[in-house]
């Protein structure tokens, strides 16, 4: 089954690797006997559904979460391995998603108001008082 993760990009299945295990999740006995936990990776790197800029960004912002650029998504919330194998993909397309994104408006420097500077002055007057009142006395 394709993963699509938006209009513009699907990833088809064959790029998609699959693992299961034993889960530790919800099922008492259940998941002692099953493999009901999915892991799925993706190769970012060795894709070819992937433009040359979409493969840096996505190496570039997922780059802690990639080992030798592989991404790896796993879930082990459902007692079933179909239903874990979707949220699986549901996880790993959300990631690429946002990998993908543009990003955000540069945010533009300011300066403090007058206002808030007086305020931060006065509590620091304020805190150095509580301070200054829980010294010793001097010996004068």
Known sequence: MDLEVSPALTIPASELRWRFSRSSGPGGQ??????SRAEVSWSIAGSAV????????????????????????????????????????????ELVAEGLAPEGPRRRATKPTRGSNRRRLAAKEQRSATKRQRQRPSAE
């Open 50 to 93: 992937l433009t040359d800029d979409q493969r840096l960004m996505l190496l570039r912002r997922l780059g802690p979460r990639l080992v030798a650029g592989v991404i790896t998504v796993a879930s082990s919330e459902q007692r079933s391995q179909l239903r874990n194998r979707e949220t699986a993909l549901a996880k790993l397309a």
């Open 30 to 35: 259940h998941v002692n006997t099953t493999d």
